[in-house]
């Protein structure tokens, strides 16, 4: 379809909002965040360089991107009610135009903005995040240490490790066990003392180590004081884990959720909530610019402030919306899917009641 002035000249005039809103917001968030953080950047001798190019520019588009419904939102009504204001929208209507063909060139506009934001988080953003969040455990997070105790994984089908402890600063694990298991049987044990990863050889060394070799009624017992082996586990496994699934582009993100989901590891449900935040947001985008064209169209008596309190006030309900299904899809107590999805569920019927009750 071919654009014609109107739809350009709404089209440019959103976009054109959007970045000046989100660009006012977030330099706030990040003046708010260097006042909070100074202490500890010159506490812990932050560089900076490092604080300026590592931390802050890429935390800027981090919070557009995390922010970016509700910015479009606010955008939407904040250059929907200027022009409301000015009869513009009485104009347009007076000409024949309906108003569902008023709002497609913010759909449009929209679009442009959840491809990209879509593109983004699945793989640009992770990649400026690893170095952001990298910059905050240096700098900004106390010294990590591993708390886990009887550590169970699923390392391979059929093969399960143990350790009842591991020192994540010295990559270190106390009493590890391997075990094969086919069926109900246990066809393998390998046991030792203690586990250490070598750098160099990338791989683990085995001290004081003793392996079981069970076959039909009989086993095999052999031992050493050390050797050497590889094993689907690394040191990274143990690290901090602080917003690690920030890091991790989209494709990266689905194997490690695989990888988790074969070890029958716990906090899943954070991985996923990432996963499925991807791919909602871009609708997030869509449905709040429905919305904010709906909301604000009208031309009010008391000007365009009760106009653009009802956007904010919309707007943070949908970000109430969304923190509480988070919340309680990270408890497990609801579908990780669904609970994603509710938001934009709840607010794509709220915009539908919205336009139907709007006057023509």
């Known amino acids: 379809m071919k654009l014609k002035i109107l739809d350009k000249y709404l089209i440019k005039n959103f976009l054109i909002t959007y970045v000046f809103v ?30 300026v190019f590592d931390y802050y520019l890429n935390l800027i588009p981090y919070w557009i991107n995390f922010l970016s419904p509700l910015m479009v939102f606010i955008a939407t009504v904040f250059f929907t009610s200027r022009i409301a204001a000015r009869t513009e929208i009485i104009a347009m209507l007076s000409t024949g135009i309906s108003f569902g063909r008023i709002i497609l060139p913010y759909l ?53 490790a143990y ?16 075990e094969t298991i086919k069926g109900n049987e246990l066809v393998q044990k390998l046991s030792a003392d203690k586990i250490v990863w070598n750098p160099e050889t990338e791989k683990w060394t085995l001290k004081n180590y003793r392996v079981r070799v069970l076959s039909g009624q009989g ?39 695989d990888l988790l989901i074969s070890r029958g590891s716990d906090g899943l449900e954070v991985y ?26 009208r031309k009010s008596r008391r000007g365009i402030g009760l106009q653009i309190a009802l956007g904010f006030f919309l707007a943070f309900t949908y970000i109430l ?18 609970a994603v999805w509710l938001p934009n569920i709840i607010f794509s019927l709220i915009g539908v009641v919205l336009y139907k009750t709007l006057p023509r």
């Open 108 to 160: 449009a506009g929209a679009l442009i903005l959840s491809l990209f934001s879509f593109y983004a988080v699945g793989w640009v953003l992770p990649k400026a995040n690893a170095v952001k969040n990298q910059f905050a455990i240096t700098y900004l997070k106390d010294q990590f240490y591993y708390s886990g105790r009887n550590v169970h994984l699923t390392i391979a089908p059929n093969v399960y």
């Open 219 to 257: 086993e095999t017992l052999s031992y050493g004081a050390e050797t050497d082996t590889t094993l689907n586990l690394k040191p990274k496994d143990f690290e901090n884990t602080y917003k690690l699934f920030e890091n991790y582009t989209l494709p990266e993100l689905n194997d490690y959720i």
């Open 272 to 297: 996923l909530i990432e996963k499925y935040t991807r791919f909602t947001q871009p609708f997030a985008i869509m449905i709040l610019t429905a919305i904010g064209v709906i909301v604000s169209a």
């Open 321 to 338: 919306f969304y923190l509480l299904s988070k919340g309680i899809a990270e408890t497990g107590n609801i579908n990780t899917l669904l």
């Open 22 to 51: 989100s660009l006012m917001i977030t330099l706030i968030i990040c003046m708010i965040d260097y006042t909070e953080n100074l202490d500890d950047f010159i506490k812990r001798k932050a560089p900076a360089k490092a604080i």
């Open 163 to 178: 350790m009842e402890s591991y020192n994540n600063v010295s990559s270190t694990g106390n009493k590890f066990t391997l």
